[in-house]
């Protein structure tokens, strides 16, 4: 069984160039209140590395909306599918399905782990 260890940016690069498996986490909040609201984590399964950052497409995942005070996330009735691209410096831009050139940009805390086979 494979395990992750978080790495510092160096040691993700080292790691990028010797193709070791990587895994991307990130946190959002929302409402800037210095408290979490909600965690990913993906495998990284396309990377790029580039002017001193590594970036992980996110795969294509299908809408989800948190449900807040509910403890429950639930999918809209009319979802779309969301792609992502995460940067090693913490900046993750995104944008649904049926939008073409509308992404956004999030700075986030970005968590990137290192298989350890």
Not at 30 to 50: C, G, M, S, V
Not at 73 to 88: A, D, H, N, T, V
Request: hydrophobic share 35%; net charge positive; with cysteine.
């Amino acid at each position: 069984m494979e395990t992750f260890l978080l790495v510092q940016k160096k040691n993700l690069i080292d790691a990028f160039r010797k193709g070791a498996s990587i895994r991307v986490g990130w946190e959002l909040d929302w409402n800037k209140d210095n408290k979490i609201d909600i965690t990913h984590w993906t495998p990284a399964k396309f990377l790029t590395e580039f002017e001193g950052e590594i970036y992980a497409q996110i795969s294509v995942i299908e809408q989800q909306r948190p449900n807040k005070g509910k403890s429950d996330i639930i999918f809209p009735e009319k979802s779309q599918q969301w792609y992502g691209l995460l940067r090693s410096d913490g900046v993750l831009k995104g944008r649904y399905s049926g939008k073409k050139g509308m992404s956004k940009s999030y700075n986030v805390r970005s968590m990137w782990c290192v298989g350890n086979p």
